[in-house]
Nanobody, 125 residues
Framework: VQLVESGGGSVQSGGSLRLSCTAS????????MTWFRQAPGKEREGVSF????????YYADSVKGRFTISRDNAKNTLYLQMNSLRPEDTAMYYC???????????????????WGQGTQVTVSS
């Protein structure tokens, strides 16, 4: 199984980025997905979740109204559209996958089986 993130970079405050996560080696629509992020010196936090069919989504309060998660199961790809970026969004962003049907919180990192290597997002003021 491989998850590969892309789309990170450096932007100014107020800018936008679109992250992608392409999956291989698994049946993508058997898995629900979460984007996590981790800033230096901080704990990893869940950013956004999407169910296997894309009909249930959740967001951390800090990104609601600014970030949009989506997926294209035909392309085995997960997306995170990030608008109105702020310096506090600076972090390494990871996608993670777990089989659908988990009863655990969407941001419980321990329940995710597969992780990407991360893509860096840096927002300057």
């Amino acid at each position: 199984v491989q998850l590969v993130e892309s789309g990170g970079g450096s932007v100014q405050s107020g800018g936008s980025l679109r992250l992608s996560c392409t999956a291989s080696g698994l049946t993508f629509d058997d898995y629900e997905m979460t984007w996590f992020r981790q800033a230096p010196g901080k704990e990893r936090e869940g950013v956004s979740f999407i169910s296997w069919a894309g009909n249930n989504v959740y967001y951390a309060d800090s990104v609601k109204g600014r970030f949009t998660i989506s997926r294209d199961n035909a392309k085995n790809t997960l997306y995170l559209q990030m608008n109105s970026l702020r310096p506090e969004d600076t972090a390494m962003y990871y996608c993670a996958a777990r089989r659908w049907g988990s009863k655990s919180w969407w941001h419980d990192a321990k329940t995710f089986d597969h992780w990407g290597q991360g893509t860096q997002v840096t927002v300057s003021s």
